[in-house]
């Protein structure tokens, strides 16, 4: 069974190749993509069983995703299937500055926003040590907050570990609705991941980042409070408070997915030997992810490693 299970939407991710804008591309490069599988793909990859629970249509775009997340290593055994409904997609330009980079989604009605409680098997979702959720996953609907209302509460029951990644979409959901649903999980939570801007935005905290993570703890009891702070690395809060102890420099090939490979690293550390362990797994993953085309995390542990122990940066033969 999964050390770690993880629930939510994958979608089909379409980029014109480089730089292009989207109204001069003629061709577009195809990458499966969410958060929650690519916090599992991430896990997989590093060798700790993961598994993933989401709703797809019988459709082309759902067995690419599907078969790409096989293909890395992730039980999709409990993926439920339906013959009608759609898969999200996204259409993602790169950039270089001053242009930034920009998202359109096109995820309206998806399957996974019609999973019912019934269509989950909860006994496999509470055999895992962790069950983690992102913020995304409520943000698509009233039927998927109940539904993380209820993972909250099973997990909880069964003695397990309930991770959030706050992960905040302006295009989801409103802040204030945001903070109102995420308010009410947290002191259910055993390890919170969020960046220091929606700590602010979100839930008003802001100050140092050490205050910060005092404050959720403070506030909602939160065991485990894990705060990415961009170019300066991370910081969390547990029995005492650890930092980060190497931050790599990056040379940005594709944003997308960095934050769910660090947490995916982070919990591999912290499963494997402790919260430093953690933090610093997560930083040469979110680092790596950021270096390769695509949402997912398509790194090894030798290379982790490697990178943790070296500044080495040229071609390694």
Known sequence: MPDVVTLGEAMVRLSPKGALRLDQA?????????????????????????????????????????????????????VVWTPEGR???????????????????????????????????????????????????PALGPRLRELTRRVVREVRAAGKQFALDVNYRAKLWSLQEAAGCLVELLPSVSILFCGRDDADRVFGLAGEPEAVARAFREKFGIPTVVLTLGTDGSLALADRVYRQRRVPQVEMVDPLGAGDAFAAGFLYGYLTDGVQRGLDMGGVMGALACTIPGDFAVVTPAEAEELLASEAQEIQR
Do not use: C, Q
């Open 26 to 78: 003629r061709e577009l490069e195809v990458f499966p993509g969410g958060a929650e599988a690519n916090v599992a793909v991430a896990l997989a990859r590093l060798g700790m069983p993961a598994g993933w629970i989401s709703k797809l249509p019988d459709h082309p775009l759902s067995r690419l995703i599907v078969g790409e997340l096989r293909r890395h290593g992730v039980d999709t055994s409990r």
């Open 87 to 137: 898969v999200g997609t996204y259409f993602f330009e790169r950039a270089v500055p001053p242009r930034p980079a920009r998202v359109w989604y096109d995820r309206k009605g998806s399957a996974v926003t019609t999973l019912e409680d019934a269509e989950v098997d909860w006994a496999y979702l509470t055999s895992s040590t962790v069950v983690l959720v992102s913020g995304i996953t």
